[in-house]
């Protein structure tokens, strides 16, 4: 209200001057605050009302009184972090194979990296079930090398949840730290290296502390994503590994006790929010972004970020120490020859490791395809036989054709819906100097922060009340939603390493901003605007948690139809279906490859 009166207080030419500064945010705000803010607040605000609509404490006291629910957030919060670490620790050094490749071995580990995605998650999940089962392709490996049975159980146990939600959450990792290394100069560790140090300390000392930011975002996307994770817990998982978003969902599916569902939510909500302040506090929040630093890294050290600056000090020296005596060991067994000098072991230790990352991320795919054409009514490996029957079944079928359409379209309608919103904001986040940048930054960025299951059933309940449950124009918002923050994230970091000089150069030769923006701007960030529209296509089109609530059993999309094909019948028509939405977005991906390479000529 207060900033309202001071706007209105202002003289003419300077609220006009502010107004046109943030104008281009309040559409996405808007947006954000109705179908956002809204739903989630009004889910989260039952939970502190009773069965008379007064206001009272008795779900909380209830979440209190029982020790299985802090057990089940504990163990919500164990597997996140597990599964961040993995994900960090396997997907860091593929990020910088990546990074450090060139031409068409880069843009081919790219696409292997992305194929996951291509693959229903459904299916994937499904694969893993086979794969790692007492009769899967893991035990014959194992029986192969003489082993009655595989050592340790892979299946129903935390190590099968490990092992599904590690695959499907690697790619965005390794995603959100490539597009920081990409800007990473290269020639800085070679000039290290030109100064003395060894491979090894120009890397941990140059390299390493500038990669930390898309580091530290990879850790949290990973980490919130995982906590809002049923599908694969639920399947991969036992009764002792439940996780708090499927609390939520027996709650709201079962039970219909919106309150009490909403009680867990702000519990699961706090959490996250208690993980993304302790992340801002020690990489700022514009790492998210591709950033070098924020909030935290732009003031002196103190507190939490001095003690994450103390601890990566700490570890960076550790790593210098072990190189330098690995070096020196190895310069014991073959001392220097000038005349001879040996290749770098890190380069093809580098590509074993990259090698094996990405056979395990392809895996599960390459599962899919065979079993697509077997001629047996289950899921099962070997395939038998061989037949086009489930395609036919799948492109014959009006259910699966038309969740396939309706797939396309919502994804067309929720990727443009959420370049509209979001493409100017980012705009005015990156170019604008104004108040309170960090916290808008934050607010366009909340969904991302916030579990996806109750983004769901917020939206669920919400439009239970607006009649928009089981409706397009439903998928189409709450897909817009969740695509948004990915949108805004990409055109940042396109923005940042734009030059700016371009722009003035237009300008000096008479062209208006809007010509300027049209003609110069635009067609140069063409191939990031193309790949931002890409990525909130492909989360819209895989996007299951939303429209298994909101869709009403009515707007089938294809990962609902795939869902409600594997709770009545697993049958190879899954990956009969599954193959085909990988081959059509792989097609996309090539032509948008294709597009950037011309563009870019």
């Known amino acids: 209200m207060s900033a309202v009166v001071s706007v209105a207080q202002m003289p003419a030419p300077k609220a006009k001057l502010v107004f046109e500064r943030y104008w281009p945010l309040l559409p996405a705000i808007v947006f954000l605050v109705l179908l956002f803010v809204y739903p989630v607040a009004q889910l989260l605000w039952l939970s502190v009302l009773d069965k008379d609509g007064a206001l009272s404490a008795t779900h909380y006291m209830r979440l209190g009184a029982s020790p299985v629910y802090l057990q089940v957030l504990w163990t919500t919060v164990r597997i996140a972090g597990w599964t961040t670490l993995f ?14 490749s060139a031409g068409r071995v880069r843009q081919n580990l790219v696409l292997w990296v992305l194929m996951p995605f291509w693959t229903s998650f459904l299916v994937r999940t499904f694969a893993w079930i086979v794969l790692l089962g007492r009769k899967g392709l893991v035990s014959d490996l194992f029986s192969a090398l003489g082993y009655a049975e595989p050592p340790v159980q892979l299946l ?3 190590t099968g949840i490990l092992i599904g939600m590690v695959h499907a959450l690697m790619p965005l990792a390794v995603v959100t730290m490539l597009s ?5 100069d290269t020639n800085l560790p070679r000039a290290a290296a030109t100064l003395g140090a060894r491979g090894g300390q ?8 500038l990669s930390m930011p898309g580091v530290a975002a990879a850790g949290l996307l990973v980490f919130i994503t995982a906590l809002g994770f049923f599908i694969t817990p639920a399947l991969l998982g036992s009764g002792r590994d439940i996780m708090i978003a499927q609390v939520i969902i027996e709650q709201v599916d079962q039970l219909l006790n919106w309150a009490f569902a909403g009680a867990v939510a702000m519990l699961l909500l706090l959490t996250s929010l208690v993980i993304f302040y302790v992340y801002d506090r020690l990489f700022g929040l514009s790492t998210l972004a591709g950033q070098t630093g924020g909030s935290a890294v732009d003031r002196r050290p103190r507190g939490l970020w001095a003690l994450g600056s103390l601890v990566g000090r700490l570890f960076i020296e550790v790593m210098c120490w072990l190189c330098d005596r690995y070096g020196e060991a190895v310069d014991a067994i073959r001392p220097i020859d000038p005349a001879r000098p040996r290749k770098p072991m890190s380069r093809r230790v580098l590509w074993i490791i990259g090698i094996a990352t990405l056979f395990f991320l392809a895996a599960p795919a390459f599962f899919v395809i065979p079993v697509s ?4 009514s289950f899921i099962d490996w070997p395939p038998h036989g ?3 029957a489930w395609y036919e079944k799948v492109l014959s079928s009006p259910q699966w054709v038309g969740a396939a359409i309706r797939s396309f379209i919502v994804g067309i309608l929720a990727a443009a819906l959420a370049m509209l919103l979001s493409i100017p904001a980012a705009f005015v986040l990156v170019r604008q100097r104004i108040a309170g940048r960090v916290a808008m930054t934050a607010f366009l960025l909340s969904p991302l922060i916030i579990p996806r299951i109750l983004i769901a059933v917020a939206l669920f309940y919400f439009y239970s009340r607006v009649g928009l449950v089981g409706t397009s124009v439903g998928l189409v918002l709450g897909h817009a939603v969740v695509a948004m923050p990915y949108v805004v994230i990409t055109i940042m970091a396109v923005l940042k390493n734009y030059d700016m000089r371009l722009d003035q150069a237009a300008w000096s030769l008479g062209a208006s901003k809007t010509q300027t923006l049209l003609q110069v701007t635009l067609p140069l960030i063409k191939p990031g ?3 931002a529209f890409l990525f909130a296509f492909v989360t819209s089109f895989d996007e299951l948690t939303i429209a298994l609530f909101v869709s009403g059993g009515l707007q089938t999309t294809i990962p609902k139809q795939m869902w ?7 049958s190879p028509a899954l990956a009969a279906a599954s193959t085909l939405v990988m081959f059509f977005v792989t097609g996309m991906i090539l032509i948008a490859v294709a597009l950037r390479r011309k563009a870019t000529t």
């Open 87 to 100: 994900c960090l620790l396997a997907g860091y050094p593929l990020a910088f194979l990546i990074a450090t």
């Open 156 to 158: 129903y146990n935390m």
């Open 180 to 184: 920081v290394m990409e800007n990473i």
């Open 202 to 209: 120009a890397f941990w000392r140059v390299y390493f502390p």
């Open 373 to 376: 054409f077997s001629t047996s």
């Open 386 to 388: 061989f037949t086009l």
């Open 529 to 531: 605007l193309l790949a």
């Open 564 to 570: 409600d094909n594997a709770v009545l019948q697993v």
